[in-house]
């Protein structure tokens, strides 16, 4: 199968506007992920959970070295993600609790600038990570660490291929629920479809591979690659196609039972919507408000100046 991200690589020579682009830069197997990874551990008490700051360069190595896919990406083209991790106990045991947010960019063709494909929120991440362990790969033996991030490696990458191709990160999302449904035969916190809070790892996960959130994916295409980055091009054309995938998002959204995935993709872009409207034609633009006012209760406030 084709990798959907480097199909529009024709592109790539000019994200870096100014910048010479050598034709013959090597065409290293470099790895999928280009993460940095940041603690909070305020909330730790005492001296001997020091070592617990070893965890992020040992993640930043377990997601950056690792082939995740089996597509081959050059340097420029690595997702840039940005997980921010805070630690809210530690136990004897070397239990930890955490609350984590990721954050994954993708380039917008031709221009220097960078949308944020999906911004994710996950506050019951609990693992054992006594000092010197290390983090092995191993998807077919569960362990709450690894496990979780194994988990948002995949849905990451999803998103980001769905922004390229229609469907285009299926598999990923399919190996995250594989991820899934081995925890569920643990004990481990998080995982279980039984929990008060209904926005976790197992409502994501299950309706991202739902026909029925099919629309929303294929307005994920729309958005960014027909919309965002033909935008240079054409921006009065590249508005068209991003009021129609909020077109599309608003009818999904009506036919669902769940704001859950509506209210991720809003999260992450609310403000480049108004953005990308505000110096639309009165027409679009107010389409636009319209659509969101429905859509978006949210966040209404970034979406104000598009009424003028």
Not at 79 to 101: K, Y
Not at 196 to 223: C, H, K, T
Not at 274 to 286: M, P, Q, S, Y
Request: net charge negative; with cysteine; aromatic share 14%.
């Amino acid at each position: 199968m084709e990798n959907p991200r480097t199909s529009v690589k024709v592109l790539k020579p000019f994200i870096f506007c100014g910048i010479f682009f050598v034709l013959f830069i090597s065409a290293a197997n470099a790895q999928e992920f280009n993460c940095t990874v940041n603690l909070n551990t305020e909330q730790l008490e005492g001296s001997s959970f020091n070592y617990i700051e070893n965890l992020k360069p040992a993640l930043e190595s377990y997601i950056n070295e690792y082939n995740w896919t089996e597509e081959v990406f050059d340097e420029e083209e690595r997702i840039n993600c940005q997980i921010e991790i805070g630690f809210t106990s530690g136990s004897s045991d070397f239990t930890f609790s955490a609350e984590v947010v990721f954050q994954v960019q993708r380039p917008v063709y031709n221009t220097t600038a960078k949308t944020t494909t999906v911004l994710l929120s996950d506050n019951a991440w609990q693992f054992n990570y006594p000092e010197g362990k290390s983090l092995i790969h191993d998807e077919l033996q569960f362990d709450a660490l690894t496990g979780f991030i194994d988990f948002y490696s995949y849905v990451m990458l999803g998103y980001d291929f769905d922004t390229f191709a229609e469907f285009g990160g299926s598999d990923y999302f399919g190996r995250a629920q594989n991820i899934l449904n081995l925890a569920q035969t643990t004990s481990a916190v998080g995982w279980s479809r039984n929990t008060n809070n209904r926005r976790n790892r197992n409502m994501l996960i299950s309706d991202m591979v739902s026909s029925g959130y099919r629309p929303l994916r294929l307005a994920y295409y729309q958005y960014h690659r027909l919309g965002l980055d033909r935008f240079v091009d054409d921006p009065t054309e590249a508005r068209r196609e991003i009021l129609n995938a909020l077109k599309e998002i608003q009818t999904a959204k009506r036919r669902s039972t769940s704001n859950y995935l509506f209210d991720i993709f809003f999260d992450a872009k609310s403000r480049e919507i108004a953005a990308v409207f505000d110096n639309a034609e009165t027409g679009i633009r107010l389409e636009a408000y319209e659509v969101l006012r429905q859509t978006d209760q949210g966040h209404l406030s970034d979406y104000e100046n598009l009424q003028n």
